[in-house]
């Protein structure tokens, strides 16, 4: 910033009248809008006024002349410390400041000692370049013209280039604080496409030269660093929607190249990141900040699938909860897998970040709702239906994720387990009151026997047996989520020594539960 019309100065085609720009070829809707800009500011009414009033100052001078003319101006403004886009307050500090002034005058003297290198130099007249423009209108016009350079219309193009560039003399605008309004632009009509992620990486890389090259050695100011920084946050922010949104975003088959230009942008996204932020802020690597995208991005996916969990009353409406989010999380990770799996896989593994991220979301859920069902004071009488259900839900994912999981320190049939026990624990009283109850109001019928005599039969004694027998097919049915190899024997305490679900369920506690019914 600051170095001026410095870095990449065209003399050829700056020897003019600064503002005598080709305006004739320029289009009436674009210099009605500047005038209507500038009239709105009490400024001159009209382009045509500010090119007479060039056009007589110029009477009898050449453009060299001109031209050197506005070179000694801008000096004025160094000396005076009114260069109108580069105040001593821009910057963040008063070195800064300086350091920039003596950039700006060491090459201004540069070009005045080429252009006109015997004395005396031109002189100037009474009221030769008033400056009257206030500096938001010239901020404001600079966005104009940036604007319209960047519409696709090839007739517009050449014109306004030629009056960007005699704006951007006459001011002292700087190349950075162009290239920033033209990222601001582009981020004001962004969309999720390989041809704006293009653009947007070949504007972060032009930003990182200025940046980076020991032979620009920009000085930014204040305003430029925090619109910089805004841009960049909002990029970030349109990579991390992409990430989060990507199969809704983009159709491989139709647009193969959006995530190719994504990953370009983010890599350029984060070289300019290195160069503005301080170190501690900045991100050190692609696959650091999309292991950070991802994981963001399932935990947002997870958080909608769960929905209302967290409100729902019935224990048994948030296991059939549970079981739904894993089978929606199941579909997630199949879609990464087939299709997006080999486009980052110079970066990072997103399927084994994702099957990682949401198995641990779902252990945790589902050890929260353990909890909670274990201190409830009420167990629904089919919560041992969905528990199963559950159970089985998550060691089929298990199963189908072994390939990519990590080691967890504890698994998750220790929750199951808890579930296990409370719905024992009700259980025990709910059997005793039924035997009570289906004594008291049990009625026998005499059989008649062969032998001649009877036998008294209960009504209640099949009912009871059905019940006792549910209650152990439970239990059973949980040692066949946790046998490797799966074993025929249905008794836990086969497999008591192996697994953190049997050494639970085969406990001294469930072995009297057992005895007691």
Known sequence: AGAGAGEGFDMG?????????????????????ICLLLRGAGLTSSFEELAAQHAAMAAGRSPLQMFVLELRRRQGHLVANSSPF???????????????????????QSLLTSLWPSAPLPASRSGDFPDTHPHHVQARLLCLLVRHIRSERPDLAAPLE??????????????????????ELLLAEFTHDARMYTQAALLIDQL????????????????????????????????????TNMQALFNVFAAPDAIPALLRMLDSLLKL?????????AVPSLTEKLTRYFSEAVNRKFTSHLGTFDRLSSPT???????????MAAADVDVLARIFRHLFATYLDVVELAANKYFNDICATLRCFANECVQSSVVPDDLCQESIRLAFTVAQLEQRWRAVLH?????????????????????????????????AKDTFTALRLDSGGTLAVSSSFIDLL????????????????????????????AHTAHTPLNATLSSSHLDHHHHHH
């Open 13 to 33: 085609a700056h020897i003019t009248d600064p503002l005598a720009a080709p305006l004739h070829r320029v289009p009436v809707e674009v210099l009605r809008e």
């Open 86 to 108: 580069y105040l001593r307050l821009s910057f963040p500090t008063p070195e800064h400041y300086d350091r920039w002034r003596n950039m700006e005058e060491a090459h201004l």
């Open 162 to 183: 030629a009056l960007k560039a005699n704006f951007d003399f006459y001011f002292g605008v700087g190349v950075l604080l162009t290239k920033i309004v033209d990222l």
């Open 208 to 243: 990182c030269i200025l940046f980076t090259t020991p032979t620009h050695a920009v000085v930014p100011t204040q305003t430029e660093i925090d619109l910089l920084r805004t841009c960049l946050n909002t990029l970030h922010s349109h990579a991390q929607g992409a990430i």
């Open 273 to 281: 990141d290195r160069a503005v932020h301080p170190p501690s802020e």
């Open 317 to 327: 409406t948030k296991a059939a909860r549970l079981v739904a989010t894993i089978n």
């Open 407 to 439: 080691p967890h320190a504890e698994g998750w049939q220790v929750d199951i387990a808890k579930l296990t026990v409370r719905w024992t624990d009700s259980l025990e009283l709910l059997v005793a009151k039924w035997v009570q109850e289906a004594v």
């Open 466 to 493: 059905f019940i006792l027998a549910k209650s152990i097919e439970f239990l059973t049915s949980l040692c066949m989520l946790v046998q490797e190899p799966p074993c025929t024997c249905p008794a836990p305490a």
